[in-house]
């Protein structure tokens, strides 16, 4: 499958859309507590971000409508009443994954089928009954020896899995390790039987990586986000540039140096980073935009920390195009009818002669792969560009995306867990005003009162 750019009768307006219509049925392959869920879910969000249609169909959530807290025991594959639960559980997923996909409203492109499928006639049949409704497959193996990560799963799953609700942590631990073993009997890993599937084996999350048969740029896709993914703890900062000359005058775009109290943030952001807390001996990497206020706010980091310090062309802010030096006033006098085509799409609109927030999320994907690879790192960016990396880690819809307050002064920490991001804001003591514009008005940038209070969601 390929992906074209549409372009709509209404001016201004692009859509991304695929040219065909290939379904794709990602099966997820491996023993439990292998970061299956992880990566389904990181694949899920990165798919809402671009604009593909996905759902995961979670096996052990249509087991539990009929065996809610199973013990290790029932999986045993000589547990004959368990196989048949279990199987049925797998024949409710797939009937409704390809309901889904033959469902003309959901217009379904991705399914991700999470559970272990870890013999291969579960796989054949999932491919057979994939086949003969006119889905491709790609499986996707997570093979993992290194105990710490397994470790680390197993944890998760105690405290926070649906299986073990309100039972002693140990005890659920301990039978969670008993139902790993129970698969281990019967599990089959991917092999040369197998060659004519399309499949990617992941060793260790991202350490290792095979792949065999990519036969689509949607899959292919797919496979180089997996690859790119791993799990090692880490946190992500993100910051506006301090004000700005422009901030303070209301006016969009342009290149303008940062004010004195942008200048102040600036100084202030190297302490602000230290009490968000970064564990000891942490490097970080600081990426700016090329612009001259992003730079300029990240100076005194660089200084003080001696971090590398990367500057990225993708991060520039949001083309404004023929709209760019003015203020949101000046604009809803100039081009009336833009500024309210904005406010009814503003995901979709695109500026005259640049860009909409459809395009920055496209030209931010290399960024987003990067950061994947990537450990620590602060990105000192501008307001739109910033709510288009917000809403990858935290699944903000298209629709709310661009219009999520993001103040200026203010650090955000995201640390990825395994079932969501965690963030926290931290608000630097430095006043400045307010560049958020509700829809439907063309308000000046209003003062913004400062405060130090911190946020945890
Ligand atoms: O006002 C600051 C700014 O970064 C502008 O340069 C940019 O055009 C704007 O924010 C993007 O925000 P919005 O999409 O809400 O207009």
């Known amino acids: 499958m390929s992906s074209s750019i549409i372009r709509s009768q209404e001016q201004h307006k692009v859509f991304v859309a695929s040219s065909d219509d290939s379904k794709i049925c990602v099966v997820m392959v491996g023993l439990p507590a292998r970061g299956k869920s992880l990566i389904a879910g990181k694949a899920m969000r990165y798919l809402a971000w671009v604009g593909i249609p996905a759902k995961v169909f979670n096996v052990g959530t249509y087991r539990r409508s009929n065996t809610p807290q199973p013990q290790a025991t029932f999986f045993d594959p000589h547990n004959e009443e368990g196989e048949r639960m279990r199987r049925a559980a797998a024949e409710m997923a797939v009937t409704d994954m390809i309901n889904w996909f033959h469902d003309d409203k959901s217009k379904g492109v991705v399914a991700i089928l999470d559970a272990t499928n870890s013999t291969k ?119 506006r540039h301090g004000e700005s000359e422009y901030n303070l005058t209301g006016k969009i775009g342009g290149d303008s140096n940062i004010s004195e109290r942008g200048e102040a943030y600036a100084r202030a952001l190297p302490d602000l980073l230290r009490k968000s807390g970064i564990p000891p001996n942490t490097k970080i990497v600081i990426w700016t935009s090329t612009l001259r206020r992003t730079i300029q706010t990240a100076r005194h980091l660089k200084a003080e920390t001696g971090f590398e310090k990367l500057e990225w062309k993708a991060l520039d802010e949001l083309d404004s195009g023929v709209c760019d030096g003015l203020t949101y006033e000046q604009i809803a006098e100039k081009y009336p009818d833009d500024f309210k085509a904005r406010d009814d799409d503003k995901y979709n609109y695109r500026y005259r002669g640049g860009e909409s927030y459809r395009d920055v999320v496209i030209r931010l994907e290399p960024i987003i792969m990067e950061l994947e690879r990537s450990e620590n790192v602060i990105i000192v960016t501008h307001q739109a560009v910033l709510r288009c990396i917000y809403a990858y880690f935290m699944n903000v819809p298209q629709e709310k995306s661009p219009w999520m307050e993001v103040p200026l002064h203010t650090l955000i920490k995201l640390t990825p867990r395994a079932y969501g991001t965690q963030e926290t804001r931290f608000k630097a003591d430095i006043p400045a005003v307010s560049t958020w514009r509700g829809k439907g008005t063309s308000a000046k940038h209003q003062e913004f009162p400062a405060d130090k209070e911190e946020k945890t969601h």
């Open 121 to 239: 006639e579960r796989r054949k049949w999932i491919y057979e009954r994939c086949r003969d409704a006119d889905i491709e497959t790609l499986f996707v193996e997570s093979i993992c020896d290194d105990e710490e990560l397994i470790m680390n799963n197993i944890l998760e799953v105690k405290t926070d899995s649906p299986d073990y609700q309100g039972q002693d942590p140990e005890l659920a631990a301990l039978d969670f390790r008993k139902r790993i073993l129970n698969y281990e009997k019967a599990y089959e890993t991917i092999d040369d039987n197998e060659k004519h599937y399309t499949y990617v084996k992941l060793i260790n999350v991202g350490s290792t990586v095979i792949i065999n048969q990519i036969k689509d740029y949607l899959s292919s896709r797919l496979v180089y986000y997996i690859q790119n993914l791993h799990i090692k703890p880490r946190s992500i900062w993100l910051s």
